[in-house]
C-alpha cells in the first residue's frame, strides 16, 4: 500500500521569503502526484501535480515542485510568500493502476508572518 | 458555478440520529468521491463511485451508506450517528479514475 508523509506540521515564515514543504511517499508502483491547498473553513484545490514528463511542475499561485524519483519525495516550493499563501497544504500520491483513491499525507499548515 | 457542491455546509445533530449529506457535480465527471477529515486535518477516502458504481469502500462503519442515483449524484446517509462521526465530510469528483480530483467545500457534521 502506498503512504505519504509530510515531514513538518507546520512551517511558520515571514512575507517575502522563500518556503519549501516537505512531502515524501511510499509506493511499490509508479504514481501519480498532488499537491492542494487548504484555505480556512473551505474544500481543497488543487495546487499542480506530475502525471509523467517533466520532473519540474509549476503550478498555480507562483508554486513549483520537482518529481524525485530516487528519493521518492516531492517538495512543494515558492520564492516569494504572500500573506495570502497561509494555509493547509496537502501532498496526495495515486497508484496510476488499482485502486482509484487519493492518499493524503497528514497536511503542513504554512503561516505566513508579516 | 460551483463544480462541487455539498448541501448543508453544516450540521449539528444529536447521538443517535440518522442524516444526510447531499453532493452534486456539473463537470460532466464519471467518478466521484466521499473522504472524511478529522479533528487533526487527516483526509481518508470512505467511498469512490464510477459510473454510479461503487469501487471503493474503505472499511467504512455500515452505518455510512452511500447513494448515487446518477452519475452527478454522490449523497452520504449515516443512520445512529456516534460521536466519533464528528468530522469534515468532503466530496469530490475527477474525469476518470486516474485523474485529479476536484473537490466540494466540506459539510462539518457535529454530533453531540
Known amino acids: 500500500a502506498q503512504s505519504v508523509t509530510q515531514l513538518d506540521s507546520q512551517v511558520p515564515v515571514f512575507e517575502e521569503a522563500p518556503v519549501e514543504l516537505r512531502c515524501n511517499y511510499s509506493?511499490?508502483?509508479?504514481?501519480?502526484l498532488f499537491w492542494y491547498v487548504q484555505y480556512p473553513n473551505q474544500g481543497l484545490q488543487l495546487l499542480l501535480k506530475y502525471l509523467s514528463g517533466s520532473t519540474l511542475v509549476k503550478g498555480i499561485n507562483g508554486f513549483e515542485a520537482e518529481f524525485n524519483k530516487s528519493q521518492t519525495s516531492f517538495h512543494l516550493r515558492k520564492p516569494s510568500v504572500h500573506i495570502s499563501d497561509t494555509a493547509e497544504y496537502f501532498c496526495?500520491?495515486?497508484?496510476?493502476?488499482?485502486?482509484?483513491?487519493?492518499?493524503f499525507g497528514q497536511g503542513t499548515r504554512l503561516t505566513i508572518n508579516p | 458555478d460551483t463544480a462541487v457542491s455539498q448541501t448543508p455546509k453544516y450540521l449539528v445533530t444529536q447521538m443517535g440520529n440518522d442524516k444526510s449529506i447531499k453532493c452534486e457535480q456539473n463537470?460532466?465527471?464519471?467518478?466521484m468521491y466521499w473522504y472524511k477529515q478529522d479533528s487533526k486535518k487527516f483526509l481518508k477516502i470512505m467511498f469512490s463511485?464510477?459510473?454510479?458504481?461503487?469501487?471503493i469502500n474503505e472499511t467504512v462503519p455500515n452505518r455510512f451508506s452511500p447513494k448515487s442515483p446518477d452519475k452527478a449524484h454522490l449523497n452520504l446517509h449515516i443512520n445512529s450517528l456516534e460521536l466519533g462521526d464528528s468530522a469534515v465530510y468532503f466530496c469530490a469528483s475527477s474525469r476518470t479514475a486516474n485523474t485529479e480530483a476536484f473537490f466540494g467545500q466540506g459539510t462539518r457534521l457535529t454530533v453531540v
Open positions: 463537470l460532466g465527471h464519471d467518478t
Open positions: 463511485y464510477n459510473n454510479k458504481e461503487l469501487i
Open positions: 496526495a500520491v495515486r497508484i496510476i493502476q488499482g485502486a482509484q483513491k487519493l492518499v
Open positions: 509506493s511499490s508502483v509508479s504514481v501519480y
